[in-house]
């Protein structure tokens, strides 16, 4: 152990920020921004991990549809962006750093960027650019990051910085960090351990059992903006193929969500941004055991009836002479899904078009437009882009992320029980939650010196 880092250890710190993740290291400068000592702890080789995966690697970190955020009351606009036990959770830390402040945030720190279909991303394309922006301005305020620390626990305690500036007449209290090679001191702890999607990254779920041990409630973990799972044969057969389609979330036969957008087939089940948007609630409904179903339109810039018009005048018009139904359905869909869905409607692919009898088109229409799919189950974490679920949000002050339970502990980010949508959501909480955990938790531990 090198003497340096075991004068870090015996130093009281102000804030001590657990994970070096998005909500982390933007905890960590605002605190830092604020006049406080701020310590780092990342328990994996190095900080940042999962920020460099986002957007493809291209870092899609907030959307334009959150300006509306800033001037609004209104509490259900929330469940659109962000599910959780309480959405409007996040309204508060949103309109105090709202996306204007993000935007200045980078720009100040030299990210140029560019929007893209209401997304915004770093103009070079590459997600590094955020990361390196950050961590410049983590070593220009003098913020220590150490890595590869292993957490054994959080405690609170007395008496943590006696002999650091603490006049003694104010209550010294704070948090003892215990870990695999030292122990540290800090006024204020910031925990932003992320969720437990992409071990690899770092966010393993570890984090959330010092939170249980401390005395926080977690919400069920479970997988979001993630594939969705079934068992029917059909999908083996279309495994591969993209579609425009609209998709329909029902729980317990109510709906309860619709988007739009280009499916993926897999052989497993359904993938693609649509769904993902409609997995966060079809996951925590999967894990009380509800039935849930999505039911796929295949061609949803047509009405049933219209749709079932374009048919009968497909298999009527002069080119359809002497065509199957196959060949009838060429041109509308993609060739292997089109004999997927006849073999679902019962209809031989080979039956010449002007032996199909109305039954027989009823039925391919209602499948068409209303193909039902049971979902058992959806992809591990490792597919889940972040986690449902986390700390409890009745027990955390909306406005400054503290904890009710233990005053000078905040939480920030995907630990949370807080998920948005795809598109920038998830990193625009990172960056909101985080940055209003770093600068209130800045502020009581200097209401402590
Ligand atoms: C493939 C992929 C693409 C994504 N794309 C986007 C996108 O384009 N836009 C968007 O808004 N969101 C995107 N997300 C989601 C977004 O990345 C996360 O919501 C966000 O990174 C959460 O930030 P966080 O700081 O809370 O957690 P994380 O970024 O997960 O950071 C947590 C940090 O804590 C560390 N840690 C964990 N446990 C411990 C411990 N016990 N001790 C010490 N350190 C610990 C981890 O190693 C990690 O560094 C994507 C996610 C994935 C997986």
Redesign the pocket.
């Known amino acids: 152990m090198s003497k340096n880092m075991d004068s870090q250890r015996k130093k009281c710190w102000d804030v001590i920020v657990?994970?070096?993740?998005?909500?982390?290291l933007m905890a960590a400068i605002q605190a830092a921004r604020e006049g406080a000592k701020v310590l780092v702890?990342?328990?994996?080789e190095r900080?940042?991990?999962?920020?460099l995966?986002?957007?493809?690697g291209?870092?899609?970190?907030?959307n334009e549809v959150l300006f509306h955020f800033t001037n609004s009351q209104d509490e259900t606009a929330c469940e659109q962006y962000y599910h959780g036990t309480c959405p409007a959770f996040v309204l508060p830390a949103i309109k105090k750093f709202d996306i204007n402040s993000t935007l200045n945030f980078f720009d100040e720190l030299g990210v140029l960027f560019v929007k893209r279909r209401g997304?915004y991303y770093p103009r070079c394309g590459q997600a590094s650019a955020i990361l390196s922006a950050m961590l410049m301005e983590c070593g220009r305020l003098g913020i220590s990051i150490e890595c590869e620390?292993?957490?054994r626990s959080i405690q609170k305690a007395e008496n943590i910085c006696k002999n650091e500036g603490n006049s003694g007449t104010k209550k010294d209290t704070g948090f003892v960090i215990e870990t695999k090679t030292g122990t540290y001191n800090t006024r204020c702890c910031v925990l932003?351990?992320?969720?437990k999607?992409?071990k690899k990254?770092?966010?393993?779920g570890?984090?959330f059992l010092?939170v249980e041990r401390i005395g926080h409630k977690i919400q069920d973990l479970v997988p979001a903006?993630v594939p969705l799972q079934s068992d029917l044969a059909f999908f083996k057969k279309v495994a591969g193929i993209r579609a425009e389609i609209s998709a329909k979330l029902y729980i317990e036969n109510t709906r309860y969500g619709i988007e739009s957008g280009e499916l993926q087939l897999t052989d497993y089940g359904i993938s693609g941004i649509c769904i993902f948007q409609l997995s966060s609630l079809a996951s925590r409904a999967l894990s009380r055991k509800k039935k849930v179903k999505v039911e796929i339109d295949f061609l949803p810039e047509y009405t049933d009836e219209q749709f079932l018009v374009l048919l009968l005048e497909r298999v009527h018009r002069v080119y359809a002479n002497n065509k199957t139904m196959e060949q009838i359905l060429v041109g509308l869909f993609a060739e292997k899904l089109g004999v997927a869905l006849l073999e679902e409607a019962g209809i031989a692919k080979d039956l010449m078009s002007f032996e199909l009898s109305k039954k027989q088109v009823n039925r391919l229409v209602q499948l068409c437009k209303h193909f039902e799919v049971p979902i058992t189950a959806t992809r591990s974490f490792e597919q889940?882009?972040?986690t449902a679920g986390g700390v409890d949000t009745s027990e955390v002050f909306s406005e400054t992320m503290e904890s009710k339970l233990i005053p000078g502990l905040y939480f920030?980010?995907?630990?949370l029980d807080v998920d948005?949508i795809?598109?920038?959501?998830?990193?625009?909480?990172?960056w909101s939650s985080?940055a209003v955990a770093g600068q209130h938790a800045a502020a009581t531990a200097k209401s402590q010196v």
């Open positions: 657990v994970g070096a993740g998005a909500a982390g702890l990342e328990h994996i900080p940042g991990k999962k920020l995966m986002t957007g493809n291209k870092c899609n970190f907030t997304g620390i292993g957490i932003a351990t992320g969720g999607s992409f990254s770092g966010s393993d570890s984090g010092y903006l889940a882009q972040v920030a980010g995907e630990m948005g795809c598109g920038g959501f998830n990193l625009q909480w990172a985080g």
